[in-house]
């Protein structure tokens, strides 16, 4: 069974400043990778996901993660962040079905 | 425009009563899965569907009830068996395949 493993649970961050967040999964076969962001008292919305090809997957605001299958891997990172980035992420793995396992989540803190 | 809509947002629940969740998508998702959110635990999973008129349990299924009728709607009852009701329930849905899930706005549940 997959599991996932978020290294940081609290991240506090300059505005414009660069961020990083950590994700390690466990899996004996090929897996799915999803990042999601929560806003407070919102659901979770999908922020960028790995299925296949290129190991590089960016979102459209910004952020990106890498599938690094070496290390089992699935980081996400953004080069300078804004006060509205502020939320928690959470990383999730897929098997070869549809059920997702979710990480403990990181809470983002971008101050000015 | 298509989603999944979680009523209501908030509730609060005498101790000893039953109380039903309700999620709605219009996506015309095939699966369906109610988590638990409380903080520093990430996400837990109560209960899920893969297609009408089925569901298996999740990982704390303990003192929750679903049913799936329809293929539009998965209802959670919180049963007076659930010793720590008190939490953020969060609905999704999923197309057939990894995709990732659609999430709903959230429940939350206060026992007073």
């Known amino acids: 069974a997959q599991s996932v493993t978020q290294l940081d649970s609290q991240v506090p961050v300059f505005e414009e400043a660069p961020v990083e967040l950590r994700c390690n999964y466990s899996s004996s076969v090929s897996v799915y990778l999803f990042w999601y962001v929560q806003y407070p008292n919102q659901g979770l919305q999908l922020l960028l996901k790995?299925?296949?090809?290129?190991?590089l997957v960016e979102s459209i605001n910004g952020f990106e993660a890498e599938f690094n299958k070496s290390q089992t891997s699935f980081h996400l990172r953004k080069p300078s962040v804004h006060i509205s980035d502020t939320a928690e992420y959470f990383c999730a793995v897929s098997e070869n079905d549809y059920k997702l396992s979710f990480g403990a989540g990181t809470t983002v803190t971008v101050r000015a | 425009d298509g989603g999944i809509t979680q009523s209501p947002k908030y509730l609060f629940r005498k101790e000893g009563q039953n109380v039903t969740l309700s999620c709605e998508q219009n996506l015309n998702h095939d699966a369906m899965y109610w988590y638990r959110q409380d903080p520093g635990q990430g996400l837990r999973l109560i209960y899920y569907?893969?297609?009408?008129?089925?569901?298996q349990k999740g990982d704390i299924a303990e003192g929750y009830s679903v049913s799936r009728e329809k293929k539009e709607s998965f209802p959670l009852t919180v049963t007076s068996a659930q010793k720590n009701p008190t939490a953020f329930y969060l609905c999704?849905?999923?197309?057939?395949?990894?995709?990732?899930?659609?999430f709903g706005s959230g429940t939350r549940l206060t026992v007073v």
């Open positions: 569907s893969q297609i009408v008129n089925d569901f």
């Open positions: 999704a849905s999923s197309p057939t395949g990894v995709h990732g899930y659609t």
């Open positions: 790995y299925l296949s090809g290129s190991t």
